[in-house]
């Protein structure tokens, strides 16, 4: 079973920046795709950030020139850099992870919280 465990969350005032991290129970490059969802109460869970086996990112237009994906092999964790944080940015972080060929992610961690507020 694969184990995804977020840590780094927190409060940041607007502006901040916030670096979430992702570590994996095995390597990465055994994945397909791993990336970022956010949530907030009531909405749907959103795609923030993802990478795939291929090299190929791919950012929610509300974070594109601020956020961040990348990773560490060696680790096998991967992370998320937050950059000039908003208050609409507040939500749960999940990290997730796809098998090779999967059609959607298989494996999710359990959330870090962040804030953004003054």
């Known amino acids: 079973q694969v184990q995804l465990v977020e840590s780094g969350g927190g409060l940041v005032q607007p502006g901040g920046s916030l670096n979430v991290s992702c570590a994996a129970s095995r390597s990465i490059f055994g994945f397909g795709a791993v990336g970022w969802y956010r949530q907030v109460p009531a909405k749907p869970r959103e795609l923030v950030a993802s990478f795939t086996l291929g090299g190929n990112t791919k950012y929610a237009d509300s974070v594109k020139g601020r956020f961040t994906i990348s990773r560490d092999n060696v680790k096998n964790t991967v992370y998320l850099q937050m950059n000039s944080l908003k208050p609409e940015d507040t939500a749960v972080y999940y990290c997730?992870?796809?098998?090779?060929?999967?059609?959607?992610?298989?494996?999710w961690g359990q959330g870090t919280q962040v804030t953004v507020s003054s």
């Open positions: 997730a992870a796809a098998r090779i060929g999967a059609g959607g992610y298989d494996y």
